[in-house]
């Protein structure tokens, strides 16, 4: 059987780390931004600050991401006639037609190979990156993440996995398209959340939305079949009346399962 340490525990734990300031923030002022974001379906007419725009896309960027491999896009659509096509393919939906800005975020797990490569050069230039860092791109991820020409290295993976699996912890997935999409499109839900709550912190509003045709979405950007949209997004100020109701979830103890 082929060996691969995917993490050593103790060496991670051993070798000295510079350790990255850890800074103090107004828990408050997170908690009150988490608590008053709301999905908007009506906004005001008014527009949304071109500074603002930037300022929250560049926070979704910041968002945590698989392997740091960034397999996510924003498409920020500008042009009021691809907006208003745009407003039209997520059904009419009031969230969309009366909002001054629409993001699509997409996944683009056909990516990845390509940022893999981006990866490796970026640490290759730098003379300090630790031959781990450097291996992890070169290796890991490419075992991880490819399924060959039309999938055909999935039953080795699949065998491979299992057979592995059995004595030690492996990472099974991906092993298909599908689950190559999900590993996408986890990251990418993780940039709008932080998209939306930057544009609450900043005094405007979001919905979030999948009520949408993903094949007008894609045909309307130019993009490919292995693009996969996630979200789209609108942003404005909420109206009166733009937020439907009272906010409900269901108690804690369903969501939270603490195992003690
Ligand atoms: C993935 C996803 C898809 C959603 N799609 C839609 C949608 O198509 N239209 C809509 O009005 N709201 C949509 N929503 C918003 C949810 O209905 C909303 O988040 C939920 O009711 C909770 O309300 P809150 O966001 O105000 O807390 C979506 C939310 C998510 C996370």
Known sequence: MVKVKVF???EATSRKRVAAAAPQHDAASFHAVVEARRSVRIYADEEVPEDVMRRCLASAQLAPNS???QVWEAHWVRNPDQRRELARICMGQPAAVTAPELVVFVARPDRWREHNEWMIRRLKSDPKTPAKGLQYFEKITKLVYTLGPWGVFRPFKWVWFTVRGWSTPT?????????LATWAHKSTALACAHYMLALRAEGFDSCPMEGF?????????????????TMVISAGRRAEGGVYGPRFRFDLDT???EHV
């Open 8 to 10: 050593d525990s103790k």
């Open 213 to 229: 045709d993903a094949w007008r979405v894609r045909r309307l950007l130019g993009l490919p079949r292995g693009a996969k949209v």
């Open 255 to 257: 969501f939270v399962k």
């Open 67 to 69: 392997s740091n491999l």
């Open 171 to 179: 990472p099974r997935e991906p092993l298909s398209l599908a689950q």
